[in-house]
Every structure is written in C-alpha cells, then in structure tokens.
C-alpha cells in the first residue's frame, strides 16, 4: 500500500504586494464541497459535483485552498506518484480576486509541492495556455487524451481529429 502524505499546515501569506494576507490551506479537512463547486461554476471551469470533487481532492496527493475571511476564493491539487509524474489541475480562482496573483501562487506551491518528480504536467483550459507559458510552463507535442464525451471535447478546442 503506497504512503500517503496529507499536509495539514495553515499560514497566511500576502498577495503580490497588495497588502491583502489570505489564509493558505493544504488539508482537505475543513474543505466545504458545496462551496468549492460553486467556485468552479463561477471561475467558470464548469459544473463540478460536490461529491466528485471529494473524490478527485481525496486521491489528489497535494491540494491548496485559499481563503479571505473564511471565504475560499482559490484552489488547485496535483495528483502525482512521488517519483516521475506530477499532475497539476482543477486551478481555480474567484472572479472577484483574479489578477491578484493568487492563480499564479497556487500553481508556484503545486510546483513547489511536486520537486523531485521527473516531470510536472499541467491541464489548461484553452486560451489560459500564455498565463502557464510565463510560469515555465511548454506545450506538450505528445499529449493524447481519450475524454468522456469525446463530441464536447472536440467541440471546445480540447482535442482535434488528428
């Protein structure tokens, strides 16, 4: 059975110099579901059940949340296996807070949290492709992907025919 490795810290941190300090979390402990889909439907990243989200954090080896006032305004989680691969996805951030540095500050702790794997890959929405671009991010030539429904994906700029 592989180790797991949750961590539990809380800290505050500034955002880029605004003076604003937001708390950081890296425990699903406290995480309220319903709250985090929301924040999803809203960043707009899509409709994302609850219970899924439960789920897809729980097997996630590193997560992050961010809060103002008890409100989360941030998240991100990265499946990875300790070793080769580290998969960042499911960044999301408040409408009301983006542009403050938050999206970049979940990415940097993700990455932070996955040094020592051979690779560290990241799922972008299209269009966001320029914002990973400048956190070091590079295109993949040899990404594939098999989707649910293939129809929508193909559809939204997801995957292409050939």
Request: one cysteine or more; hydrophobic letters at 40%.
């Amino acid at each position: 059975m592989a180790t797991r490795f949750w961590l539990t810290s809380t800290c505050r941190r500034e955002s880029r110099g605004t003076g604003t300090v937001f708390d950081w979390v890296d425990s699903t402990e406290t995480i309220n579901w319903e709250e985090l889909s929301n924040l999803y439907r809203i960043a707009p990243l899509g409709e994302k059940k609850p219970a899924d989200l439960a789920v897809t954090f729980a097997n996630s080896r590193y997560t992050c949340f961010v809060f103002d006032a008890g409100t989360l305004i941030g998240a991100g989680r990265a499946l990875a296996d300790g070793i080769d691969c580290s998969y960042i996805c499911d960044v999301a951030v408040h409408p009301e807070y983006q542009g403050l540095g938050i999206g970049k500050a979940i990415v940097s702790r993700l990455v932070e949290l996955s040094q020592g794997h051979r690779k560290i890959i990241l799922y972008a929405a299209p269009g966001k492709e320029p914002f990973y671009r400048k956190l070091g991010f590079k295109r993949m030539k040899t990404a594939m992907a098999i989707f649910e429904n293939q129809a929508l994906a193909l559809e939204q700029g997801l995957v292409d025919e050939t």
